[in-house]
């Protein structure tokens, strides 16, 4: 959607300095997959959309203050802004008509708290938004495949960020399959995952090939409520390994 479509759809011209960046924001979450927006971007928008220079300190002040605030600091550059999980939420809802939405999911931090762990990257973002989604409707083994998913990847950015993801790399350049992933990530030196995490490991693993592999198995609400309170602890742990908390 071109920058004129948009900004007469939304009706910016109508809304105040705050409320411009917030939907300025949303465009480029959903244009361009922006997840992070600093206020020297933000001022560029605004710019690109025809609207005057604007007040840095005062406007982000506005942003990140108040019952009406949209956005809270970065964790990990406190020098950006992120959507606070509801507020994305709203929009996206609000405005899923402008891009014929196909994507939105509907969640509320069902199973994973979504102000912790959205917000971060935006692939990941929508993996949680499903593992929420599926769990609510029943859909235990979705769910599971999701969980598996959201591991092996945290797992992934784990020996990336580190700087020895060539210890889970083949010499074709793939990855190795998540038990080989697993066993290297359980008691690596670099990342120090603790036991008491690392020995859920082939369990979370377990559940997710269940549900993927077995023909005639159904996962049921107590298989995902089982894990549900390890598989948390262990996705904050791997966030912190993979610098997004």
């Known amino acids: 959607m071109i920058l004129s479509e948009y900004k007469a759809k939304a009706k910016l011209d109508d809304k105040v300095q705050a409320e411009q960046a917030k939907y300025i924001c949303f465009y480029q979450y959903k244009e361009n997959g922006v997840t992070s927006f600093s206020m020297s971007d933000i001022s560029h928008w605004f710019i690109d959309f025809g609207y005057s220079q604007i007040n840095v300190s005062r406007l982000k002040s506005n942003l990140i203050k108040g019952k009406n605030k949209s956005f809270i600091v970065s964790k990990t550059n406190k020098e950006s802004l992120e959507f606070i999980p509801i507020q994305l939420e709203n929009l996206g809802q609000e405005l899923a008509s402008f891009w014929n939405d196909t994507e939105t999911v509907v969640s509320n931090s069902e199973l994973l708290d979504e102000s912790k762990f959205c917000g971060k990257r935006s692939y990941l973002d929508k993996l949680i938004k499903q593992i929420n989604h599926t769990y609510k409707n029943n859909c235990y083994d979705a769910c599971a495949v999701l969980l598996r998913r959201v591991f092996e990847i945290v797992l992934v950015l784990s020996f990336q960020k580190n700087g020895i993801e060539n210890e889970i790399t083949k010499p074709d350049g793939t990855h190795m399959m998540l038990e080989g992933i697993t066993k290297k990530a359980a008691g690596n030196i670099v990342l120090k995952i603790p036991k008491r995490i690392s020995d859920n490991f082939d369990t ?42």
Do not use: Q
């Open 204 to 245: 979370f693993r377990d559940v997710g090939n269940s549900s993927a592999h077995n023909i005639t198995y159904i996962a049921m609400r107590k298989d995902i409520d089982d894990i549900s309170r390890a598989y948390r602890v262990m996705l904050e742990e791997l966030y912190n390994k993979a610098g997004l908390l």
